[in-house]
T-cell receptor, first 113, second 111 residues
Framework: DTAVSQTPKYLVTQMGNDKSIKCEQNLGHDTMYWYKQDSKKFLKIMFSYNNKELIINETVPNRFSPKSPDKAHLNLHINSLELGDSAVYFC????????????FGSGTRLTVV | SQQGEEDPQALSIQEGENATMNCSYK?????LQWYRQNSGRGLVHLIL?????REKHSGRLRVTLDTSKKSSSLLITASRAADTASYFCATGLTSGSRLTFGEGTQLTVNP
């Protein structure tokens, strides 16, 4: 009965590969997010979807492509992985327009070698 | 530039003591939130304070907000070893908008 679940939890891959991270929430929220946390624990927003529509698209290389098949799912596909993509990627969800906190997944630790 | 900056970056105290963490931000906000992150885990929402509020309590947590100084503080009273974690402030510019996170304070509570 996990609220926001991400898979996989760990991902080790070689440079140049393509990989995907999946996220699902069962809270009935209408908005989902991808955040990147670097080695210094700094969290930066990457994308946000509201009811399957992209509403936030930060300055992220176009090798990163989010997809939201429905409002309960938000996946992240990364092409041609680079060493600098190594980080922890967090999915989160919230209800847009209401002042409540985000609910975060447990993160996916991506290591590019 | 980054919205939230936290101070101190690291704090080490003994169990039973109080811990105070501060957060400063640069632009007008709608709300400010505090999150906890245990090592290797996701962030957990602790408390939200709106821009028209000055103080809020939740259990052993007390949050203050001073919009004139663009700053907030998180006080954890009677700390426990289990409070050891990183604590982040996050600001929302409008209701339901993106959150911008600070750099975090690493709190260590020694038993």
């Amino acid at each position: 009965d996990t609220a926001v679940s991400q898979t996989p939890k760990y991902l080790v891959t070689q440079m140049g590969n393509d990989k995907s991270i999946k996220c699902e929430q069962n809270l009935g929220h209408d908005t989902m997010y991808w955040y990147k946390q670097d080695s210094k624990k700094f969290l930066k927003i990457m994308f946000s979807y509201n009811n399957k529509e992209l509403i936030i698209n930060e300055t992220v290389p176009n090798r990163f492509s989010p997809k939201s098949p429905d409002k309960a799912h938000l996946n992240l596909h990364i092409n041609s992985l680079e060493l600098g993509d190594s980080a922890v990627y967090f999915c989160a969800s919230s209800q847009f327009g209401q002042e409540h906190g985000y609910t975060f997944g447990s993160g996916t630790r991506l290591t590019v070698v | 530039s980054q919205q939230g900056e936290e101070d101190p970056q690291a704090l080490s105290i003994q169990e039973g003591e109080n811990a105070t963490m501060n957060c400063s931000y640069k632009t007008s906000i709608n709300n400010l939130q505090w999150y906890r992150q245990n090592s290797g885990r996701g962030l957990v929402h602790l408390i939200l304070i709106r821009s028209n509020e000055r103080e809020k309590h939740s259990g052993r947590l007390r949050v203050t907000l001073d919009t004139s100084k663009k700053s907030s503080s998180l006080l954890i009273t009677a700390s426990r070893a289990a409070d050891t974690a990183s604590y982040f402030c996050a600001t929302g510019l409008t209701s339901g908008s993106r959150l911008t996170f600070g750099e975090g304070t690493q709190l260590t509570v020694n038993p």
